[in-house]
Nanobody, 126 residues
Framework: VQLVESGGGLVQAGGSLRLSCATS????????IGWFRQAPGKEREGVSC????????HYADSVKGRFTISSDNAKNTVHLQMNSLKPEDTAIYYC????????????????????WGQGTQVTVSS
């Protein structure tokens, strides 16, 4: 099983980044895929999740209206489009897969997810 994140980087406040999570080794449709982030000194939190088979999405309140999650089922890849970035969005962003049809469930049960990527750094300067 592999989850490989890409697309992180340094951006000014107000800018945009698009993260991608390429997955392999499991049945994509049976899982929900989520983006999580961890800032220095803070707990890992769910940012946005999508249930590929269930067709549901979930967003943390802090990113609603700014971030959009989507899946490319042909490529077993999940994207996170991040717009209007703020310095408080600075963190390491991880993607994870949990065997559930409910996006909100895997976003809430952070450490219950089955597979994790290595993470990608997102830094937003003020």
């Amino acid at each position: 099983v592999q989850l490989v994140e890409s697309g992180g980087g340094l951006v000014q406040a107000g800018g945009s980044l698009r993260l991608s999570c390429a997955t392999s080794g499991f049945t994509f449709d049976d899982y929900a895929i989520g983006w999580f982030r961890q800032a220095p000194g803070k707990e890992r939190e769910g940012v946005s999740c999508i249930s590929v088979g269930g067709g549901t999405t979930h967003y943390a309140d802090s990113v609603k209206g700014r971030f959009t999650i989507s899946s490319d089922n042909a490529k077993n890849t999940v994207h996170l489009q991040m717009n209007s970035l703020k310095p408080e969005d600075t963190a390491i962003y991880y993607c994870a897969a949990g065997r559930s049809r409910f996006a909100d469930y895997i976003c809430a049960d952070v450490w219950g997810n089955d597979y994790w990527g290595q993470g990608t750094q997102v830094t937003v300067s003020s």
